[in-house]
Structure formats: structure tokens, C-alpha cells
């Protein structure tokens, strides 16, 4: 049985507009992936696809419009309904989130070594040894000196910070981290030992991934099977070695034969994409696109064990 299992997932946000007329924007629309024991799933798909909301969703940080979570086989919408409280904290302590920006997600007046002991007092472990052994400990596993224990987060570089978030997000012990951009904020050199440190992670501690990145080489380098995702949908995913050498749909293409950009910020290359009302989302971008694209919104569809991809090129077959 896969940890966490995602079915159908619909994401809106309600928009005030200058009138304050309200509108909706679906941001995940009818979104199914799981995300097995130990395994790390990449999630890829340039701004604005929605891939933080679907992170987000999947925490519960965003109630979903419709569609269900199971995690470690409870469903945690009906469990939030129905104030399951024991299954609740249970998920709060097994999945954890690092988000991309390590100014913003650390508290600047709390030193380090509360900030990464915080996850531990909030689920009520008190013995004050046991924490500061528990968090030496952690500070070791991030490559951190001991010393940065009685520090600010302002004496670290954004390298150092998402280190702390890091460790702070497995100071509980969790089974499933959502991974959200842990990297893109950082130097190119930066992020390889980041990258290198996620993965070391994932082999000593056993935890599962899902791990956010516009950029598909980021996802390629940590995940074991990669979800490429486009305005609100999963166009494709396969185990990550497929994926790459034999890449079917039409967006996945585009992606792996693009150049990434290195040095603009994923938020700054925001652009309106063009949103088709009817057929396939990717249609009004799509160089193979049939009549059929027009109409039709292609359903995500096993081709080969393991291969899923949402196209009208490769029904029937
Ligand atoms: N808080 C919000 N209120 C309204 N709309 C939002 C909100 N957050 C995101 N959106 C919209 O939802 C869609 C998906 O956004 P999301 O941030 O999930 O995408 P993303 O793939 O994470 O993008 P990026 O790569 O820029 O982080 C976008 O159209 C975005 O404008
Ligand atoms: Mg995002």
C-alpha cells in the first residue's frame, strides 16, 4: 500500500476582483498520483501549474474543493470532517513541509536551536535533554556545526537556512516530507550539496518525498518517478529514467528540449498561460495537436506499466 494516495483533487481559490466581484481559479484540477513507502516522486511544471497548491492540499494547508487523501490508509478529509483528532496530529507529526524561501519560513528571534526543537514541544515532548540531544543530532545529520545551536538565523546563508528548515522538518520523525522549492532560491553550487543532502536523507532516515521543482534535472537528480504537471493537471508520469528517454507527451518534450533559465526566479517568469475552456489545456501550446485536442480533455491513461500520460496521440494504442 502506497504511503499517501491522492484521488481526483480539485484546488480552487476564490479571487476578489477590483469590483469585488469574486471569481474562482481552479488551480489542481482532478489530480491522482500516489507516493510510495521510502520513495521520492518529483512533481515538475514551469509557475503557475499548480504544483505548491497540490504540495500544500496534500499537508491539508489548503481544503481541497472535492477528491480524496489517504495517508498510511486513513483518508485525512473524512478524518478532518469528522474531527478525528488522534488521526490528525498523527499526520501533522508524519508530514512535514521545507518551503523554497529560507528568509521567510524561519522565525528571526527565535535562535536555531528552538526553531528546529519547536516540532518537538509542539507534539509535547518536554524533557529538555532529550530535545537538545535530539537536535545536536539533527544539526550534525544537515552538515551544521553544534555552535549554530545558540545562533540567530541572520548569522546564515541561504545555503545554512534551508539546512535548518531541513532538519527542523525532520526533528519529529516524519515519514513524508513535501519538498517545495527547497532549492531554487539557491547558487547552483549550493543547491548540488543540497540536492545531495536531500538524497542522503532519504537512504538514512527512510523518508518518502514529494519534491517541487520547476526544473526538471532538480526532480530527475532525487526523485524515483517524476509527475509533470501543467495549469492544474498531470500531463504525464513514469518512473524517472522513462520519463527522460522516452518522453510522450507533447509538454514533456518541451520541457526536456528547453534551456532552464538559471539566474531568473521561478515566480519572476510567471506569465498568463493561455487557458483553453474546453479540450486539452496544453492545446493552444501543442505542435502535434489533433481536432479532438479541441473538444476534448484527454484522461490520464496507463500506456505501459508505470507510464501514464494524458494525450489523444497515444489513445487507441
Ligand atoms: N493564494 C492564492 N490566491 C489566489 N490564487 C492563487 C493563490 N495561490 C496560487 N494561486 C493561483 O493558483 C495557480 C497555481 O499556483 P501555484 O502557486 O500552486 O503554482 P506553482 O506551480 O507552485 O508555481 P511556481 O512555480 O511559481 O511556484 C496560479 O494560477 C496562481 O496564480
Ligand atoms: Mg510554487
Redesign the pocket.
Known amino acids: 500500500m502506497p504511503l499517501l494516495t491522492i484521488r481526483d483533487l480539485k484546488v480552487s481559490?476564490s479571487?476578489r476582483g477590483l469590483f469585488r466581484n469574486r471569481s474562482e481559479?481552479t488551480?489542481v484540477d482532478g489530480v491522482s498520483l500516489f507516493v510510495g513507502e521510502h520513495e521520492a516522486l518529483g512533481l515538475v511544471?514551469?509557475?503557475?501549474?499548480?504544483?505548491?497548491?497540490?504540495g500544500r492540499a496534500a499537508l491539508l494547508l489548503i481544503k481541497p474543493r472535492q477528491g480524496s487523501i489517504v495517508f498510511d490508509g486513513v483518508d485525512m478529509l473524512d478524518a478532518a470532517d469528522h474531527r478525528n483528532t488522534s488521526a490528525i496530529r498523527k499526520f501533522r507529526r508524519e508530514a512535514q513541509i521545507v518551503f523554497q524561501d529560507p528568509y521567510g519560513s524561519l522565525n528571526p528571534r527565535m535562535k536555531v536551536g528552538r526553531i528546529i526543537a519547536d516540532p518537538l514541544y509542539v507534539h509535547g515532548i518536554k524533557d529538555r535533554r532529550l530535545v537538545k540531544d535530539k537536535v545536536l543530532k539533527l544539526l550534525d545529520l544537515v552538515g551544521l556545526p553544534a555552535s549554530a545551536y545558540d545562533k540567530y538565523p541572520f548569522s546564515f546563508s541561504g545555503g545554512q537556512r534551508q539546512r535548518i528548515s531541513i532538519a527542523r522538518a525532520l526533528s519529529i520523525g516524519p515519514r513524508f516530507i513535501v519538498a517545495d522549492?527547497p532549492v531554487s532560491s539557491l547558487d547552483i553550487s549550493i543547491q548540488a550539496q543540497l540536492l545531495n543532502l536531500f538524497r542522503e536523507i532519504q537512504e538514512k532516515e527512510g523518508v518518502s518525498y514529494l519534491f517541487i521543482s520547476?526544473d526538471l534535472r532538480t526532480v530527475a537528480f532525487i526523485a524515483q518517478r517524476i509527475a509533470v504537471?501543467y495549469l492544474g493537471r498531470i500531463m504525464e508520469l513514469a518512473p524517472k529514467t522513462e520519463l527522460i528517454t522516452r518522453p510522450l507527451h507533447p509538454y514533456t518534450r518541451l520541457l526536456l528540449s528547453s534551456v532552464p533559465s538559471k539566474d531568473r526566479h521561478?515566480?519572476e517568469q510567471?506569465e498568463q498561460a493561455d487557458v483553453p475552456v474546453t479540450g486539452c489545456v496544453f492545446y493552444p501550446r501543442c505542435a502535434s495537436a489533433l481536432d479532438i485536442c479541441r473538444e476534448t480533455s484527454p484522461r490520464l491513461r496507463e500506456v505501459s506499466p508505470g507510464h501514464e500520460v494524458a494525450c489523444f496521440l497515444y489513445e487507441n494504442k
Do not use: F
Not at 511544471?45 to 497540490?54: D, M, N, P, Q, V
Open positions: 481559490y479571487v481559479t488551480a511544471g514551469e509557475s503557475g501549474s499548480g504544483k505548491s497548491t497540490l522549492e520547476h504537471m521561478p515566480s510567471r
